[in-house]
Nanobody
């Protein structure tokens, strides 16, 4: 299992930027896949971005070109840099990890991101 703690959410105006952090209990390079998901009110949780083995990244079409996922192995931390934020990006953002291919999913507690003028 991987323990995950998110931070960095908040209120931002449309067009603004915000950075989320996810502190993990293991080095990112030891974790098969990590990522960010989000859940807006009344909607299902959806994938935002993933990083496999600390290298390969994948993004939802809705955030490509605006969000960047990255990791700092020395600090056991995953980041999500969010630029050009839109009101539709408003959601609770969750950090996710699977230690290996057959492991169950681990989730952080979530952090609220609100994009509003």
């Amino acid at each position: 299992q991987v323990q995950l703690v998110e931070s960095g959410g908040g209120l931002v105006q449309p067009g603004g930027s915000l950075s989320l952090s996810c502190a993990a209990s293991l080095r990112i390079s030891q974790i098969y896949i990590m990522g960010w998901y989000r859940q807006a009110p009344g909607k299902q949780r959806e994938l935002v971005a993933t990083m496999t083995r600390g290298v390969t990244t994948n993004y939802a079409d809705s955030v490509k070109g605006r969000f960047t996922i990255s990791g700092d192995n020395a600090k056991n931390t995953l980041f999500l840099q969010m630029n050009s934020l839109k009101p539709e990006d408003t959601a609770v953002y969750y950090c996710h990890a699977r230690l290996h291919v057959f492991a169950s999913s681990d989730w952080g507690q979530g952090t609220q991101v609100t994009v509003s003028s």
